[in-house]
């Protein structure tokens, strides 16, 4: 008797679909050299000096498991590199597998069956799906049309099942940075409702004005998650760490021991150049990195309808109308993969599919190829 393969599946893993950018690069395997604008990873390479730094790591035998918490070389900088940034007292601090590890292990830590996590719409993949694996419920607060924090709405999505609110800043995919306002605006709240704030700082690095964080204004009630993959170029690599109240980091920590271990030990090592005299100075690629936001932004403004973004190296333009009449922005996304280009339908990201996300994280020829064949179909879309 034959075995029904999908009896042996969790309803979890039914709940939780394929991502959607997996979906766009199978429609576009058949292309030959396309213009790819949709990778989430920087387009230059890993520092020489932090090559080097891995493989001394490795040669002398820096390879076998960490603490769980992390080494403590690379969790004593960060500690203080925190403290001084957001005067917190004592932070805890744990070396992670990557930024998104640490949002399973905050959901892990903090969330019971049916709380509520809260997020700006359009999100990052993860936090719609992260919460069902831990029984929790996603709630998605509408930022549309200019993306900015409206109170009104997060006031209006809170429940008393609300736990969990994560904000990213810079945002993925909109490139949106908050104000001091709005930040102090969302401190309020979670002091007010006792919510848990992730503070996503991924990108705080790609910055194109001072970063600032929520973090300051939430000594208590605040996980900070930063990485070193999206600024050295290392994304392979598996490194970010958690800071925050001790109590839910321990927890974190806790769980890190039966899931995740530790992060890679040679990458940790490495690390720690970046957080000690000289560093390793990135600044000369984030201002490129401007220069081709600013390229793509004044490229498409006069066709399509573009929020500035304030940082990370995406664009989430709206698409062109036809006649009057929307054009969703999946069948948008099909019409330039047929003209040689890869971008990301807005439905990856939202519960909207008006928008597309363009990456810049490549090459300048690459970008004036992709930016002349999307004005082409914006104009093709308005005829």
């Known amino acids: ?23 766009v690069f199978d429609l576009a395997a058949k292309l030959k050299d396309p213009i790819n604008l949709s990778i989430g990873q920087p387009d230059f390479d890993v520092p020489e000096v932090l090559k080097q730094s891995v493989i001394r790591a490795i040669n002398s035998g820096k390879n076998s498991y960490t603490p769980t918490q992390g080494i403590a070389q690379l969790i004593n900088p960060i500690k203080a590199q925190v403290t001084a940034e957001n005067k917190w007292e004592d932070p805890g601090v744990l070396i992670l597998s990557g930024t998104s590890a640490g ?33 929790a419920v996603p709630v998605a607060v509408d930022s549309y049309p200019d993306f900015r924090l409206h109170v009104d709405r997060l006031k209006a999505a809170i429940t008393p099942r609300s736990k969990m609110f994560i904000l990213c800043s810079p945002g993925n995919p909109t490139g949106i940075t908050y104000t001091q306002e709005e930040l102090q605006a969302v ?14 700082e991924i990108y705080d690095a790609f910055c194109y004005q001072k970063h600032l964080s929520i973090a300051p204004l939430l000594p208590e009630q605040c996980i900070v998650l930063k990485g070193f993959s999206k600024t050295y170029g290392m994304t392979g690599w598996r490194l970010g760490y958690a800071a925050g109240p001790k109590a839910i980091v321990d927890q974190m920590t806790k769980l890190q021991q039966y899931t995740f271990v530790c992060a890679p030990s040679m990458v940790q090592y490495a690390a720690i150049d970046t957080l000690t005299p000289p560093g390793v100075d990135m600044s000369a690629h984030i201002a490129n990195y401007k220069t081709k936001r600013d390229r793509v932004v004044n490229g498409l403004k006069d066709l399509f309808e573009i929020n500035l973004p304030g940082g990370a190296f995406y664009v989430f333009p709206k698409v062109p109308e036809c006649g009057g009449k929307a054009v969703s922005a999946t069948e948008f996304v099909h019409q330039a993969i047929e003209r040689n280009v890869l971008i990301i339908p807005g439905n990856v990201f939202s519960g909207r599919d008006s928008h597309f996300r363009i990456s810049y994280a490549t090459s300048d020829n690459k970008l004036d190829e992709g930016i002349a064949i999307l004005r082409e179909l914006a104009k093709d879309i308005r005829r």
């Open 1 to 23: 008797m034959a075995i029904d393969p999908s009896k042996l599946i969790s309803q979890r893993a039914f709940d939780i679909d394929a991502s959607g950018i997996r979906k």
């Open 103 to 135: 949002l399973v292990l905050a959901m892990l830590a903090a969330l019971n069956p049916g709380d509520e996590v809260l997020f700006l719409d359009p999100y990052f993949v993860m936090y719609k799906h992260l919460p069902k694996l831990c029984g």
């Open 187 to 200: 401190a309020d709240i979670a002091k007010e409702h006792n919510l848990l704030v992730i503070a996503d």
